[in-house]
């Protein structure tokens, strides 16, 4: 009786899962989908690389094709010739489209530019050009003035590449004159035709309108203010160098003012920020005392340098200003970050204020807290009315014709364009209402 029981014990103890005996069921239908799958990719692939193939042989034989119906032939009529209008460091080369290279068909892919010293000699290739090109400008510091060089032009084919014959020589050699720049030298010379016409005018003695400028029909009267109240005229010629032509402008005004404040017995300050600016300054104010026929009134100790560091210089000339209490306070020349500063010192010291500059930045602050202001070339107009020097005053009205001149070929460069183009017409339209 105990023998079945172990027996029975066993083969429960070694029974196999129902799922497993599932899946051993199902194993030869898997290897067998797997197997279908595999034997599909391989043909599909076989198919796909017979496409290609074929794909491959028939852009062969097309461009065999175009091949047989253009005949290859390399660029022709090449020609080298030198660069007008250069300093003599360029040539042109120009040649022919090989046959294929047109809009329809691009059998040629692209063009070889090779040059040499010599036409029996190694060329080497210079440039890599697309299709379509019939031009190439070889230019650079590795050509030489006076020496010979010859190019050849290479067309690319799918299967070959064709090289031209060889061009004639061409020498870079530079010209005294560029042709290019005739209407600018004719225009140079009738500006320069008119400033010297009017330069001989002036020193004739007729009188060349200047158009009136407040800030400069205002320094009489300033100075006139400070003779009556008895107190000094303060002159800031700027921080700029000698070489500025906003500085120099100064110089010509100051030279103005220390000649009225001569004939007028009045004191004039001139505080310098370069040691260079104040030695003209000196030179120019003691020339206008002289002028005047006051020369020992005048004092150089009134023209003294301060210091070149920016703010150091504007508070020397604050505490000029709050002690002296100018009447007048004139600011010409080059100015920075210091003008309003100075502007405003002056504003609270109550003195009438006279500034001007070409510095486009700094105008703003020199119009809210001065009483006049000479903007940009307004400077340069007033360093004229005020010398009444010929050579300046011919200068500036050569100047105004010049832009008068300027201004109506701009004017009729615009008409023209918009009458000779379709613009012309919508503009028209428009204007008619349309």
């Known amino acids: 009786m105990a023998r079945p029981g172990w027996q029975n014990k066993l083969k429960q103890s070694c029974r196999v899962p129902a799922y497993l005996l599932r899946i051993l069921k199902a194993a030869p239908k898997i290897i067998k989908a797997a197997c279908f799958i595999f034997f599909i990719c391989i043909s599909v692939s076989a198919r796909q690389d017979t496409i290609n193939h074929s794909d491959s042989t028939l852009l062969l034989s097309e461009e065999r094709l175009l091949a047989e119906t253009f005949q290859q032939a390399p660029p022709a009529d090449i020609r080298a010739e030198d660069q007008p209008n250069d300093p003599g460091n360029a040539i042109i080369v120009n040649w022919n489209l090989a046959p294929g290279d047109n809009d329809k068909d691009s059998l040629v892919s692209g063009y070889l530019i090779y040059r040499s010293d010599s036409p029996d000699g190694d060329f080497e290739l210079v440039s890599t050009l697309p299709i379509g090109t019939t031009q190439f400008t070889d230019s650079g510091d590795h050509l030489v003035n006076g020496k010979r060089y010859f190019y050849k032009v290479a067309s690319v084919y799918p299967v ?50 200047v158009r009136p400028i407040a800030g400069i029909n205002a320094v009489d009267d300033a100075i006139g203010r400070a003779t009556e109240m008895g107190k000094p005229i303060l002159f800031v010629p ?113 003195s009438i204020q006279i500034a001007g500059t070409d510095q486009l930045i700094q105008i703003p602050f020199f119009v809210v807290a001065c009483d006049y202001t000479l903007m940009g070339e ?39 364009y918009l009458f000779s183009t379709g613009a012309g017409n919508s503009f028209m339209t428009w204007i008619m209402g349309g």
């Open 378 to 416: 307004e400077l340069y107009a007033a360093s004229a009315y005020l010398s009444q020097e010929p050579q300046q005053l011919g200068t500036l009205k050569a100047q105004d014709w010049g832009k008068v001149a300027a201004v109506a070929l701009m004017i009729a460069g615009v008409i023209v």
């Open 160 to 209: 070959d590449t064709l090289f031209s014959s060889v061009s004639g020589a061409a020498v870079p050699v530079p010209q005294f004159f560029n042709t290019r720049l005739i209407p600018i030298f004719l225009f140079m010379l009738l500006f320069s035709g008119t400033t010297v016409a009017f330069i001989i005018q002036a020193g004739k003695g007729r009188r060349l309108y």
């Open 238 to 350: 700027g921080l700029g160098d000698a070489s500025r032509v906003a500085t120099i402008a100064a110089f010509t005004i100051l030279a103005r003012v220390a000649k009225k404040v001569a004939e007028y017995q009045t004191r004039i300050i001139v505080p310098n920020y370069d040691p260079v600016v104040m030695t003209i300054c000196q030179e120019v104010v003691k020339e206008a005392y002289s002028s005047a026929g006051r020369p020992d009134a005048f004092d150089p100790k009134d023209v003294y340098f301060v210091t070149q560091d920016q703010f150091p210089y504007t508070a020397a000339v604050n505490g000029t200003m709050l002690r002296e209490r100018p009447a007048t306070n004139f600011y010409m020349g080059m100015f920075y970050a210091e003008s309003l500063i100075l502007a405003e010192t002056g504003f609270v010291s109550g």
